[in-house]
């Protein structure tokens, strides 16, 4: 019983200590004091006996654990990012070469067309036949919410999804262009950090990425929908969705490179609130009296508590390319005489932000003035489940 109590105790040691290994925020310090702990532990347990020891372990180490809300490790076994190096050692760029265009952002095309996340050139050698070796992993501990294995079925090649909860907000990570899937995983699945998930690659569908060019697209953000099936069908697209609602359209990432930035910074004491402090560019008033899947999945997003009379209508907060990081539920007496069922109407604007917009058909100026696109009214839809009209 004891020895049980003893192994499992660590098992839990070497586990922390194998994910401080690989964690950026706390390398060094924090790890030296799991293994001080670690040591001093095995004697108390060896002197006292195991429950009271797990007591003690429990008592000395997690105050300490406050400052890692989770584990977050580069995909890539790239260690350029984690030693300082600058961009140019892990950022691969489009043909154009300028070092913009593997970021995150209106970054090609001269700022018209956005890149939803980063793409990661190769760090081992490469094949003789010049192809990318390097193996791709999860940054997150997750649940794995997609697996395409057939690179012709999107534009993102062979890709794999993640789901992961932090904080209560449920975020996705995205993983594109492989050149294999790792045949040990499977959907439903939970994959610690550090989960091998793949090869980096250059397959994609609609496009073809050069040898020389071999990267991997890394994605994190918020899925907007939990039946994109039926929004999808509702579109006259010519080809089937073959990848639930893990298709690139119901999912909006957030700038990944700051991401690393901040958690390396051991700036993120929150997940929601490290989104919900992004920059606001716009909220919309949203009349429809429904409390969202993304908010039932993501709690932590929420402006205010729910009320217990029920919601009437919702300000959602959102960045200038359509992340919608904050919803704020309102009740009947917070309405105001404009505010009629389905309707949807801005409520605030950061002109400078929105006017800077040149790619992202989320809201953009229109003969001077604000207006909501065709992607807004997407989102709105993918959320709430249902058809609106603008
Ligand atoms: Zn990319």
């Known amino acids: 019983m004891m020895r049980d109590a003893y192994a499992t105790f660590?098992?839990?040691?070497?586990r922390v200590c194998h994910a401080l290994s690989k964690c950026y925020a706390c390398r060094g310090s924090l790890r030296r004091v799991f293994l001080a702990y670690h040591g001093v532990a095995s004697i108390v347990v060896w002197v006292f006996g195991a429950r009271l020891s797990l007591l003690l372990f429990a008592l000395l180490t997690l105050p300490r654990l406050g400052c890692i809300a989770f584990a977050l490790i580069w995909p890539t076994p790239d260690p350029s990012f984690a030693e300082g190096k600058g961009m140019e050692s892990f950022i691969q760029p489009t043909a154009s070469g300028e070092l913009l265009s593997g970021t995150f952002g209106a970054v090609r095309s001269g700022g018209t067309r956005f890149h939803e996340g980063i793409d990661l050139k190769p760090y081992l050698p490469l094949t003789r036949k010049g192809e990318a070796t390097d193996p791709v992993y999860a940054a997150m501990g997750g649940t794995v919410e997609h697996l395409s294995s057939v690179a012709g079925r999107s534009s993102y090649g062979r890709y794999v999804v993640l789901s992961h909860i932090v904080d209560g907000v449920e975020l996705y990570t995205l993983y594109a262009h492989l050149a294999s899937v790792s045949g040990l995983i499977k959907p439903g699945q939970y994959v610690d950090a550090g989960t091998l998930l793949g090869v980096m690659g250059r397959s994609a569908s609609g496009?073809?990425?050069?040898?020389?060019r071999a990267h991997l697209h890394f994605e994190v953000g918020l899925r907007f929908g939990d039946d994109f099936d039926s929004w999808y069908g509702r579109q006259k697209f010519s080809s089937p969705?073959?990848?639930?609602?893990?298709?690139?359209?119901?999912?909006?990432?957030?700038?990944p490179l700051a991401f690393f930035e901040?958690?390396?910074?051991?700036?993120?004491?929150?997940m929601a609130t490290y989104i919900r402090s992004?920059?606001?560019?716009?909220?919309?008033?949203?009349?429809?009296?429904?409390?969202?899947?993304i908010v039932r999945r993501s709690p932590g997003l929420l402006g205010a508590e729910l009320p217990a009379e029920g919601v009437a209508a919702w300000d959602i907060a959102y960045t200038w390319y359509g992340l919608p990081k904050q919803f704020t539920p309102l009740r009947a007496t917070d309405l105001g005489p404009s505010d009629k069922p389905g309707l949807i109407r801005l409520r605030a604007v950061d002109r400078e932000q929105v006017g800077a917009n040149r790619c992202r058909n989320t809201v953009r100026m229109k003969n001077g003035k604000p207006a909501i696109y065709s992607d807004t009214m997407s989102s709105l839809e993918m959320m709430f489940g249902m058809k609106i009209s603008p």
């Open 207 to 212: 496009y073809s990425i050069p040898k020389d």
């Open 278 to 293: 992004m920059p606001t560019a716009y909220v919309l008033r949203v009349n429809i009296a429904q409390v969202p899947g």
């Open 262 to 270: 901040a958690y390396r910074q051991g700036k993120i004491a929150n």
């Open 241 to 255: 969705n073959y990848h639930g609602n893990s298709n690139g359209m119901n999912l909006c990432g957030f700038d």
């Open 10 to 14: 660590l098992e839990c040691a070497r």
